[in-house]
């Protein structure tokens, strides 16, 4: 997994996003933001990371609706954000969650990796 993903930069803190390979809302992906600012987008069976400083971080992920996903990074720890599209009127519900290495791990024979926007 480590292959995959990296470690954490000395002093920082390593965010995993990522969003399982699922039928339901494969066809639309989302934008992850912090602070108004596009990090990355969250496309169906795909994952992306960031290096961040220690601290709280809120990402936001919208479509008909938004969600909001708020971390306190440790430098030298990995934080992973699962992110699902749920059913939604029209385009569908976007949805940001903490996870797990696990989970991660398990979702990972079916991720491709993305560049963040940094």
């Known amino acids: 997994m480590v292959a995959a993903i990296g470690t954490p930069e000395q002093g920082k803190a390593l965010v995993v ?12 992906g989302f934008k992850v933001r912090e602070n108004e600012v596009e990090l990355g987008k969250l496309r ?33 720890e990995t934080y992973f954000l699962s992110g699902a599209m749920g059913m939604g009127v029209v385009v569908g519900r ?3 969650s903490p996870s797990d290495a696990a989970a ?3 979702a990972l024979p079916k991720l491709k990796k993305s560049k963040p926007l940094e």
């Open 44 to 76: 169906n069976g795909n994952f992306f990371t960031l290096q961040v400083e220690p601290g709280q971080h809120a990402y936001d992920v919208h479509s008909e609706t938004e969600d909001r996903t708020i971390i306190e990074a440790e430098a030298g």
């Open 104 to 106: 991660f791990e398990a």
């Open 17 to 28: 996003f990522f969003r399982p390979s699922k039928f339901v809302g494969g066809a639309v």
């Open 94 to 96: 976007p949805n940001l």
